[in-house]
Protein backbone atom coordinates (compact mmCIF):
# COMPACT_ATOMS: atom_id res chain seq x y z
CA UNK A 1 0.00 0.00 0.00
CA UNK A 2 1.48 3.50 -1.00
CA UNK A 3 2.43 5.32 1.85
CA UNK A 4 0.35 9.41 1.80
CA UNK A 5 2.10 12.59 3.44
CA UNK A 6 -0.96 14.50 4.68
CA UNK A 7 -1.09 17.01 7.12
CA UNK A 8 -1.66 18.21 10.76
CA UNK A 9 -5.29 19.74 9.66
CA UNK A 10 -5.94 17.46 7.21
CA UNK A 11 -5.32 14.54 9.64
CA UNK A 12 -7.99 16.32 12.11
CA UNK A 13 -10.22 16.84 9.35
CA UNK A 14 -10.70 13.60 8.62
CA UNK A 15 -9.73 11.32 11.98
CA UNK A 16 -10.31 14.04 14.94
CA UNK A 17 -8.04 15.38 17.38
CA UNK A 18 -4.92 13.03 18.34
CA UNK A 19 -4.50 14.90 21.32
CA UNK A 20 -7.94 14.34 22.79
CA UNK A 21 -8.44 12.66 25.58
CA UNK A 22 -8.97 9.31 25.81
CA UNK A 23 -11.52 7.84 28.73
CA UNK A 24 -12.04 4.37 29.99
CA UNK A 25 -14.00 4.48 32.81
CA UNK A 26 -12.96 1.23 34.52
CA UNK A 27 -9.51 2.30 34.79
CA UNK A 28 -8.27 3.76 38.48
CA UNK A 29 -4.79 3.67 39.96
CA UNK A 30 -3.75 1.91 43.00
CA UNK A 31 -4.93 3.78 45.89
CA UNK A 32 -3.52 4.18 49.64
CA UNK A 33 -5.44 4.92 52.65
CA UNK A 34 -5.77 9.29 53.23
CA UNK A 35 -3.30 10.64 54.96
CA UNK A 36 -1.95 14.21 55.39
CA UNK A 37 0.81 13.81 52.81
CA UNK A 38 -1.53 13.25 50.25
CA UNK A 39 -1.69 15.70 48.15
CA UNK A 40 -5.68 17.43 47.49
CA UNK A 41 -6.82 17.41 43.86
CA UNK A 42 -5.63 20.16 41.90
CA UNK A 43 -8.10 23.07 42.21
CA UNK A 44 -10.00 23.15 39.26
CA UNK A 45 -12.19 26.08 39.09
CA UNK A 46 -9.44 28.20 36.62
CA UNK A 47 -11.65 26.68 33.42
CA UNK A 48 -15.27 25.69 33.29
CA UNK A 49 -18.46 25.83 30.44
CA UNK A 50 -21.48 26.70 31.29
CA UNK A 51 -24.45 24.04 32.14
CA UNK A 52 -24.36 22.17 28.67
CA UNK A 53 -27.83 20.73 29.68
CA UNK A 54 -29.42 24.42 28.83
CA UNK A 55 -30.90 23.89 25.70
CA UNK A 56 -28.48 26.03 23.71
CA UNK A 57 -28.93 26.42 19.76
CA UNK A 58 -27.29 23.71 17.96
CA UNK A 59 -24.08 24.41 16.36
CA UNK A 60 -24.40 25.14 12.22
CA UNK A 61 -21.88 22.51 11.79
CA UNK A 62 -23.80 19.83 13.14
CA UNK A 63 -24.47 16.82 11.27
CA UNK A 64 -26.34 13.73 11.09
CA UNK A 65 -24.36 10.55 11.39
CA UNK A 66 -24.79 8.08 8.84
CA UNK A 67 -26.51 4.59 10.00
CA UNK A 68 -27.52 1.75 8.52
CA UNK A 69 -30.78 -0.09 10.57
CA UNK A 70 -29.64 -3.25 9.79
CA UNK A 71 -27.01 -3.37 12.53
CA UNK A 72 -28.88 -1.20 15.01
CA UNK A 73 -30.36 -2.83 18.02
CA UNK A 74 -32.52 -0.35 19.34
CA UNK A 75 -33.72 2.56 16.67
CA UNK A 76 -37.15 3.99 15.55
CA UNK A 77 -37.31 5.97 12.25
CA UNK A 78 -38.53 9.59 12.68
CA UNK A 79 -41.74 10.76 10.61
CA UNK A 80 -41.47 11.78 7.13
CA UNK A 81 -42.02 15.54 8.12
CA UNK A 82 -40.31 15.31 11.50
CA UNK A 83 -37.98 18.48 12.47
CA UNK A 84 -34.35 16.88 13.35
CA UNK A 85 -33.86 19.92 15.21
CA UNK A 86 -37.12 19.60 16.99
CA UNK A 87 -36.76 16.11 17.73
CA UNK A 88 -32.72 16.65 19.59
CA UNK A 89 -34.26 19.82 21.54
CA UNK A 90 -37.15 16.87 22.73
CA UNK A 91 -34.45 14.25 23.33
CA UNK A 92 -32.87 17.36 25.26
CA UNK A 93 -35.55 17.81 27.63
CA UNK A 94 -36.32 14.38 28.28
CA UNK A 95 -32.99 13.69 29.90
CA UNK A 96 -33.22 17.05 31.90
CA UNK A 97 -36.53 16.03 33.11
CA UNK A 98 -35.47 12.29 34.17
CA UNK A 99 -31.45 12.19 34.44
CA UNK A 100 -28.54 14.06 36.00
CA UNK A 101 -25.93 11.64 34.66
CA UNK A 102 -25.50 12.73 30.97
CA UNK A 103 -23.77 15.38 28.47
CA UNK A 104 -25.29 16.66 25.18
CA UNK A 105 -23.06 16.91 22.04
CA UNK A 106 -24.56 18.83 19.95
CA UNK A 107 -22.32 18.99 17.15
CA UNK A 108 -23.16 15.41 16.62
CA UNK A 109 -26.71 15.16 17.70
CA UNK A 110 -26.18 13.15 20.61
CA UNK A 111 -26.49 12.47 24.32
CA UNK A 112 -24.13 10.63 26.57
CA UNK A 113 -25.60 8.96 29.84
CA UNK A 114 -25.82 6.89 32.29
CA UNK A 115 -27.95 4.36 33.95
CA UNK A 116 -27.58 2.55 37.07
CA UNK A 117 -29.57 -0.87 37.96
CA UNK A 118 -28.57 -2.30 41.67
CA UNK A 119 -24.43 -3.02 41.34
CA UNK A 120 -24.70 -2.43 37.67
CA UNK A 121 -23.93 0.77 34.98
CA UNK A 122 -24.22 1.20 31.87
CA UNK A 123 -22.74 4.01 29.64
CA UNK A 124 -24.87 4.84 26.61
CA UNK A 125 -25.56 7.07 23.41
CA UNK A 126 -28.37 8.37 22.17
CA UNK A 127 -27.90 9.26 18.58
CA UNK A 128 -30.19 11.12 15.68
CA UNK A 129 -28.58 9.45 12.16
CA UNK A 130 -29.18 9.31 8.88
CA UNK A 131 -30.13 6.51 6.17
CA UNK A 132 -30.66 7.71 2.91
CA UNK A 133 -33.40 9.85 2.60
CA UNK A 134 -34.88 8.93 6.43
CA UNK A 135 -33.70 10.09 9.77
CA UNK A 136 -34.00 7.84 12.83
CA UNK A 137 -33.00 7.93 16.55
CA UNK A 138 -31.04 5.06 18.06
CA UNK A 139 -29.09 3.80 21.23
CA UNK A 140 -25.70 2.70 21.42
CA UNK A 141 -24.27 0.92 24.45
CA UNK A 142 -20.87 2.05 25.17
CA UNK A 143 -19.67 0.54 28.49
CA UNK A 144 -21.79 -1.61 31.36
CA UNK A 145 -24.01 -4.23 31.90
CA UNK A 146 -27.29 -2.59 32.87
CA UNK A 147 -28.89 -4.02 29.95
CA UNK A 148 -31.94 -3.73 31.33
CA UNK A 149 -31.68 -0.80 32.60
CA UNK A 150 -30.85 0.85 28.88
CA UNK A 151 -34.04 -1.34 27.70
CA UNK A 152 -36.16 0.30 30.11
CA UNK A 153 -34.93 3.57 29.45
CA UNK A 154 -35.24 3.08 25.61
CA UNK A 155 -38.73 2.21 26.25
CA UNK A 156 -39.54 5.24 27.58
CA UNK A 157 -38.09 7.48 25.03
CA UNK A 158 -39.86 5.35 22.36
CA UNK A 159 -42.91 5.98 23.69
CA UNK A 160 -42.08 9.65 24.52
CA UNK A 161 -41.30 10.02 20.54
CA UNK A 162 -44.28 8.17 19.61
CA UNK A 163 -46.51 10.69 21.90
CA UNK A 164 -45.08 13.67 20.29
CA UNK A 165 -45.85 12.20 16.76
CA UNK A 166 -42.54 12.46 15.83
CA UNK A 167 -42.36 8.83 15.24
CA UNK A 168 -45.39 7.24 13.26
CA UNK A 169 -46.04 4.32 15.75
CA UNK A 170 -47.65 1.37 13.31
CA UNK A 171 -44.23 2.22 11.39
CA UNK A 172 -41.80 1.05 13.39
CA UNK A 173 -44.03 -1.52 15.30
CA UNK A 174 -43.57 -3.50 12.00
CA UNK A 175 -39.91 -2.55 11.42
CA UNK A 176 -39.10 -3.81 14.95
CA UNK A 177 -41.19 -7.20 14.69
CA UNK A 178 -39.57 -7.66 11.27
CA UNK A 179 -36.00 -6.95 12.81
CA UNK A 180 -36.42 -9.57 15.61
CA UNK A 181 -37.59 -11.98 13.31
CA UNK A 182 -34.93 -11.65 11.26
CA UNK A 183 -32.39 -12.11 14.47
CA UNK A 184 -33.94 -15.40 15.18
CA UNK A 185 -33.73 -16.60 11.68
CA UNK A 186 -30.17 -15.68 11.54
CA UNK A 187 -29.37 -17.18 14.97
CA UNK A 188 -31.12 -20.50 14.31
CA UNK A 189 -29.07 -20.95 10.91
CA UNK A 190 -25.68 -19.79 12.21
CA UNK A 191 -25.67 -20.43 15.69
CA UNK A 192 -27.14 -23.81 16.68
CA UNK A 193 -24.55 -25.25 18.66
CA UNK A 194 -25.00 -21.57 20.79
CA UNK A 195 -26.44 -21.87 24.53
CA UNK A 196 -27.82 -18.71 25.47
CA UNK A 197 -26.23 -17.60 29.05
CA UNK A 198 -28.72 -18.02 31.98
CA UNK A 199 -30.13 -14.53 33.50
CA UNK A 200 -27.97 -12.63 35.98
CA UNK A 201 -30.52 -13.23 38.67
CA UNK A 202 -29.80 -10.25 41.30
CA UNK A 203 -32.30 -9.81 44.58
CA UNK A 204 -34.16 -6.35 44.07
CA UNK A 205 -32.99 -5.42 47.53
CA UNK A 206 -29.45 -4.73 49.08
CA UNK A 207 -28.12 -7.72 50.98
CA UNK A 208 -27.10 -7.39 54.58
CA UNK A 209 -23.46 -7.37 54.95
CA UNK A 210 -21.07 -8.59 57.55
CA UNK A 211 -17.96 -6.60 58.85
CA UNK A 212 -15.91 -9.22 57.33
CA UNK A 213 -17.44 -8.68 54.34
CA UNK A 214 -16.72 -4.95 54.36
CA UNK A 215 -13.29 -5.23 55.24
CA UNK A 216 -12.83 -7.77 52.13
CA UNK A 217 -14.55 -4.66 50.08
CA UNK A 218 -12.36 -2.13 51.77
CA UNK A 219 -9.23 -4.07 50.51
CA UNK A 220 -10.69 -4.60 46.89
CA UNK A 221 -11.11 -0.65 47.02
CA UNK A 222 -7.08 -0.76 47.16
CA UNK A 223 -6.40 -2.46 43.80
CA UNK A 224 -6.76 -0.81 40.82
CA UNK A 225 -8.70 -3.94 39.45
CA UNK A 226 -11.38 -4.40 41.97
CA UNK A 227 -11.82 -0.57 43.03
CA UNK A 228 -14.87 0.09 40.75
CA UNK A 229 -16.50 -3.20 41.70
CA UNK A 230 -16.33 -2.72 45.52
CA UNK A 231 -17.54 0.66 45.20
CA UNK A 232 -20.27 -0.19 43.22
CA UNK A 233 -21.20 -3.26 45.93
CA UNK A 234 -20.59 -0.79 48.90
CA UNK A 235 -22.64 1.85 47.83
CA UNK A 236 -25.83 -0.17 46.44
CA UNK A 237 -25.81 -2.55 49.40
CA UNK A 238 -25.06 0.55 51.97
CA UNK A 239 -28.30 2.14 51.19
CA UNK A 240 -29.53 0.02 52.93
CA UNK A 241 -29.57 1.46 56.79
CA UNK A 242 -29.02 -1.77 58.63
CA UNK A 243 -25.83 -1.95 56.54
CA UNK A 244 -24.46 1.39 57.93
CA UNK A 245 -24.94 0.68 61.16
CA UNK A 246 -23.26 -2.72 61.09
CA UNK A 247 -20.29 -0.61 59.64
CA UNK A 248 -20.61 2.04 62.58
CA UNK A 249 -20.89 -0.67 65.12
CA UNK A 250 -17.80 -2.84 64.13
CA UNK A 251 -15.44 1.02 64.35
CA UNK A 252 -15.12 0.86 60.54
CA UNK A 253 -16.65 4.51 59.30
CA UNK A 254 -13.53 6.26 59.50
CA UNK A 255 -11.08 3.93 57.35
CA UNK A 256 -13.80 3.65 54.78
CA UNK A 257 -14.50 7.13 54.51
CA UNK A 258 -10.74 7.82 54.18
CA UNK A 259 -10.17 5.06 51.63
CA UNK A 260 -13.15 6.57 49.74
CA UNK A 261 -11.43 9.90 49.78
CA UNK A 262 -8.21 8.15 48.79
CA UNK A 263 -10.36 6.62 45.81
CA UNK A 264 -11.81 10.28 44.90
CA UNK A 265 -8.02 11.90 44.59
CA UNK A 266 -6.64 9.21 42.91
CA UNK A 267 -9.41 9.16 39.87
CA UNK A 268 -10.08 12.62 39.91
CA UNK A 269 -8.55 13.13 36.14
CA UNK A 270 -10.10 10.14 34.73
CA UNK A 271 -14.04 11.56 34.93
CA UNK A 272 -15.12 7.89 35.85
CA UNK A 273 -18.35 8.82 36.53
CA UNK A 274 -19.33 5.09 38.20
CA UNK A 275 -16.86 5.57 40.64
CA UNK A 276 -17.60 9.27 41.88
CA UNK A 277 -20.94 8.10 42.05
CA UNK A 278 -20.67 5.15 44.15
CA UNK A 279 -18.46 7.24 46.08
CA UNK A 280 -20.66 10.13 46.38
CA UNK A 281 -23.52 8.08 47.35
CA UNK A 282 -21.39 6.37 50.30
CA UNK A 283 -19.84 9.88 51.95
CA UNK A 284 -23.31 10.92 52.09
CA UNK A 285 -24.01 8.12 54.18
CA UNK A 286 -21.11 8.10 56.08
CA UNK A 287 -21.80 11.18 57.09
CA UNK A 288 -25.04 10.55 58.55
CA UNK A 289 -23.63 8.26 61.23
CA UNK A 290 -21.73 10.51 63.07
CA UNK A 291 -18.66 8.26 63.78
CA UNK A 292 -16.61 10.19 60.94
CA UNK A 293 -13.72 12.61 61.39
CA UNK A 294 -12.89 14.86 58.35
CA UNK A 295 -10.06 16.50 58.17
CA UNK A 296 -8.90 20.14 56.01
CA UNK A 297 -7.21 18.51 52.94
CA UNK A 298 -10.50 15.34 52.71
CA UNK A 299 -12.72 18.67 53.06
CA UNK A 300 -10.97 20.19 50.37
CA UNK A 301 -11.07 16.65 48.21
CA UNK A 302 -14.88 16.68 48.31
CA UNK A 303 -15.11 20.89 47.61
CA UNK A 304 -12.52 19.79 44.52
CA UNK A 305 -14.74 16.99 43.72
CA UNK A 306 -17.82 19.26 43.16
CA UNK A 307 -16.19 21.56 41.42
CA UNK A 308 -14.88 19.13 38.90
CA UNK A 309 -18.01 17.78 38.36
CA UNK A 310 -19.77 20.94 37.73
CA UNK A 311 -18.71 23.97 36.19
CA UNK A 312 -15.23 22.06 34.92
CA UNK A 313 -15.59 20.84 31.44
CA UNK A 314 -12.57 20.60 29.53
CA UNK A 315 -12.91 17.44 27.31
CA UNK A 316 -14.26 19.09 24.09
CA UNK A 317 -17.54 19.04 22.60
CA UNK A 318 -17.37 15.46 21.13
CA UNK A 319 -15.60 13.49 23.64
CA UNK A 320 -18.26 11.33 24.85
CA UNK A 321 -16.97 11.74 28.66
CA UNK A 322 -19.38 13.05 30.89
CA UNK A 323 -17.93 15.24 32.68
CA UNK A 324 -21.04 17.04 34.82
CA UNK A 325 -23.30 15.06 36.93
CA UNK A 326 -25.70 17.05 38.73
CA UNK A 327 -26.42 14.06 41.15
CA UNK A 328 -22.53 13.52 42.19
CA UNK A 329 -22.90 17.64 42.83
CA UNK A 330 -25.78 16.92 44.71
CA UNK A 331 -24.94 14.49 47.30
CA UNK A 332 -21.75 15.80 48.32
CA UNK A 333 -22.95 19.18 48.75
CA UNK A 334 -25.69 18.06 50.82
CA UNK A 335 -23.30 17.29 53.44
CA UNK A 336 -21.25 20.11 52.88
CA UNK A 337 -23.12 22.26 55.72
CA UNK A 338 -22.88 19.21 58.51
CA UNK A 339 -19.64 18.24 58.17
CA UNK A 340 -18.02 21.58 57.39
CA UNK A 341 -17.59 22.48 61.25
CA UNK A 342 -14.37 23.66 62.09
CA UNK A 343 -12.99 24.21 58.67
CA UNK A 344 -11.71 27.07 57.78
CA UNK A 345 -10.19 26.66 54.61
CA UNK A 346 -10.43 29.97 52.53
CA UNK A 347 -9.70 28.30 48.64
CA UNK A 348 -12.83 25.96 49.58
CA UNK A 349 -14.99 28.74 50.75
CA UNK A 350 -13.56 30.60 47.68
CA UNK A 351 -14.23 27.90 45.40
CA UNK A 352 -17.61 27.29 47.17
CA UNK A 353 -18.69 30.88 46.07
CA UNK A 354 -17.67 30.14 42.50
CA UNK A 355 -19.69 26.76 42.44
CA UNK A 356 -23.02 28.90 43.63
CA UNK A 357 -22.60 31.53 41.28
CA UNK A 358 -22.05 29.73 38.11
CA UNK A 359 -23.56 25.47 39.08
CA UNK A 360 -26.15 25.21 36.58
CA UNK A 361 -28.29 22.91 39.21
CA UNK A 362 -30.52 24.97 41.14
CA UNK A 363 -30.36 21.98 44.27
CA UNK A 364 -26.90 22.16 44.65
CA UNK A 365 -27.15 25.89 44.75
CA UNK A 366 -29.65 25.33 47.94
CA UNK A 367 -27.21 22.98 49.45
CA UNK A 368 -24.26 25.30 49.38
CA UNK A 369 -26.50 28.42 50.09
CA UNK A 370 -25.63 28.23 54.12
CA UNK A 371 -21.85 28.12 53.74
CA UNK A 372 -21.67 30.91 51.24
CA UNK A 373 -23.71 33.24 53.39
CA UNK A 374 -22.09 32.31 56.33
CA UNK A 375 -18.38 33.13 55.23
Same mark, same amino acid.
Given at each position: ?39 ? &??? +??? %? ?10 ? *? ?23 ? +? ?5 ? #????? @? ?6 ? !? !?????? !? ?13 ? +? ?35 ? @????? /? ?12 ? @? ?20 ? =? ?29 ? *? ?7 ? #? ?12 ? /??? !? ?12 ? $????? *? ?9 ? /? &? ?7 ? &???? %?? &? ?8 ? /??? @??? %?? =??? #????? *? ?24 ? +? ?7 ? $? ?7
Amino acid at each position: MDNFDISEDEWDLLFGDRTAHVHKSCRAAEVRPFSSEVSH &VEN +VQE %TYQKDQTVTNKT *SCKARLVEENPDHLVRFVTLAADSD +VMKVFQF #IIQFF @ETSHKNFK !I !IEGAYS !IVGFVFDETHFAQFR +VQIFSHDKDAGVCVHVLDGTAQDAVSEFWSKLQNALV @ESDFV /DQMQNEVELTESDE @EFFEDWEEEDQDFVLPMPNLRS =SEPNVMEPTHVTTLMEEMQDQSFMLHALLLL *SWNCQLQQN #IEVISSAGQAQQLF /DLI !IACLVATATDFCLP $IARSA *SLLVSKLAETG /D &VQISEQQFQ &VLVN %TI &VQWTIQNNNG /DFA @ETV %TQ =SEE #IAQLL *SSKLPQIAQGVSNSECLQQLHEVYDR +VPYQSVRRN $IKPLVEAY
